[in-house]
């Protein structure tokens, strides 16, 4: 079972085996790629904040005081790292639902620009994608994480609640008020939803506004996730809603992060001394 098998590898790992330790990275990776890109509303920050994130696992090892599962150590890790490090936001967190709807509400001009029907259904998707992850900036940062926590990985709200530190209850309460604020807000804009904005018709206004680049599309270059792994981190959460059903639809993806290389650096790297302090160093 995997919590047997993660357990042997925390043993093996807490002794110096580093080969242990990137098998239990390489577990937590794409889970913590997937919080990071959803908590900041890009690739290019989500990979470099799951090197953060990993980082401080690795250099903080030697507190793990085995209460609680590896996964869930990490993810709490992940969670106050995102929510709580101002400089390694997106300057998309400053959006607002009234600023997104004054922007959606822009008349449309017409274009010359011409797709064929592939084209235009991928760079739908792509507008898609990024419009749907830049709509969770407009959430602050504690409700954006018990959304996502809720809504899109699932998770229970025992689990849930202790990673951020607040009661069942209320991670309930703030999820049910962030989901029906979300929901209407789609379902008055997204036409996905019911609303209004149709993302193949936006595709030539957003390229125009350097908001999608045809040459370069971020989430199309992700390579998508079997979520079999991710999920069985986490216990399910029932949906009772229909309109965030469209954030359920959304890919999780692989991280590029490769925990082995990242161990290899790390115990050669002559700046490992001033990244941790010596009652934190993992056996190095």
Request: charged fraction near 25%; proline fraction near 2%; include cysteine.
């Amino acid at each position: 079972m995997k919590i047997d098998r993660e357990a042997l590898l925390v043993q093996s790992a807490l002794i110096g085996d580093t080969d242990s330790l990137s098998e239990l990275l390489n577990d937590v990776k794409d889970s913590i790629f997937n919080l990071s890109l959803r908590m900041l509303g890009n690739v290019f920050d989500a990979e470099d904040a799951t090197q953060e994130i990993l980082l401080k696992a690795v250099t903080n090892f030697s507190t793990f005081n085995q209460q609680s599962r590896f996964s869930t150590w990490v993810y709490r890790i992940g969670v106050n790292h995102l929510i709580n490090d101002q400089k390694k936001r997106s300057f998309r967190e400053q959006l607002t639902f009234d600023l997104m709807q004054k922007d959606l509400e822009q008349p449309v001009p017409e274009s010359d620009m011409a797709f064929t029907d592939f084209e235009e259904e991928e760079l739908a998707e792509e507008l898609k994608l990024s419009c749907t992850n830049i709509m969770l900036q407009c959430l602050s940062p504690q409700d954006r994480c018990v959304f996502i926590l809720g809504t899109m990985f699932k998770m229970n709200s025992k689990l849930a609640s202790d990673l951020l530190q607040m009661t069942p209850d209320s991670f309930r309460q703030k999820l049910s008020r962030t989901r029906k604020r979300m929901g209407k807000f789609l379902s008055i804009y997204c036409g996905h939803s019911g609303g209004k904005c149709d993302c193949r018709r936006r595709v030539p206004f957003a390229i125009k506004q350097h908001r999608l680049n045809p040459s370069s599309l971020e989430y199309s270059s992700l390579r998508e996730l079997n979520l079999t792994e991710i999920y069985h981190q986490k216990n399910n959460m029932e949906f009772i809603d229909d309109q965030t059903l469209l954030f359920d639809t959304l890919s999780h993806y692989q991280s590029a992060f490769d925990a082995k290389i990242f161990m290899q650096d790390l115990l050669k790297s002559k700046q490992l001394s001033e990244l941790i302090k010596e009652d934190s160093i993992y056996g190095l």
